[in-house]
């Protein structure tokens, strides 16, 4: 079975600063990989979506990272702002219908 | 409507208890994902819809489960007899098509507290 990992658990920077949130996979066999972003109370906003033939996407501060062969992908989050505080999660896609999910990385970006 | 949209937003109900959990896709999208998500955890995959069918129903944990889309459109995760266990944010997602690329679009999710 599929297993999801992510590093660290959780996360405190002052703002400004650049960071890397990192994600693992133990079967390199998928379609895609997602990241998320999780705020208290909310449900999940996709942030990015990177193909499994893909090795990067970026979205305005935000860039994601996939090396399928190793199992690992990064979120890269240049500049970081209060606003960016959340949960980050990683997903991979492995099959027709559902996606396995990490167990997320809490971000606090301190004023 | 512009996303998708759960209700109610929170259920609270005692353990023995009948729960029905509403989801309302993006119009026009053909596939709907249900996920539970326990505390700390990330989701985890219920069952999948694909038009009215359930094309996956393998992530259901057990036959107090149940998931029904009948008109391709509207979904109702149906619980019977809860248990404390069953405690989490239940979250809908849908996609336009369900193809293995597409994204899929989440709600803000129903909080279930079993009592």
């Known amino acids: 079975k599929q297993e999801v990992t992510q590093i660290p658990a959780a996360l405190s920077v002052p703002e400004g600063e650049n960071l890397v949130l990192n994600c693992s996979f133990t079967d390199s066999a998928i379609y895609n990989l997602q990241w998320f972003r999780q705020d208290p109370g909310k449900g999940l906003t996709s942030l990015l979506l990177i193909q499994s033939s893909q090795r990067e996407q970026t979205s305005g501060r935000l860039n994601a990272s996939l090396d399928k062969s190793s199992g690992r992908s990064t979120l890269y989050i240049a500049a970081s702002q209060p606003g960016d505080s959340a949960t980050y999660l990683c997903a991979v896609r492995t099959g027709a219908n559902n996606l396995f999910f990490g167990t997320g990385t809490r971000l606090t970006v301190i004023p | 409507g512009a996303g998708v949209s759960q209700t109610p937003s929170n259920k609270v109900t005692e353990k023995g208890k009948y729960v029905e959990l509403r989801c309302d896709p993006i119009s026009g999208h053909t596939a709907l994902y249900w996920y539970r998500q326990s505390l700390g955890q990330g989701p985890e995959f219920l069952i999948y819809?694909?038009?009215?069918?359930?094309?996956?129903d393998s992530g259901l944990p057990n036959d107090r489960f149940f998931a029904v889309r009948p008109e391709g459109s509207v979904s109702t995760l149906k619980i019977q007899r809860t248990e404390r266990g069953d405690s989490a944010v239940y979250l809908c997602?849908?996609?336009?098509?369900?193809?293995?690329?597409?994204?899929?679009?989440f709600g803000p999710g129903t909080r279930l507290t079993v009592l």
């Open positions: 997602a849908s996609s336009p098509l369900g193809y293995n690329t597409d994204t899929q679009y």
């Open positions: 819809f694909q038009g009215t069918g359930a094309a996956d």
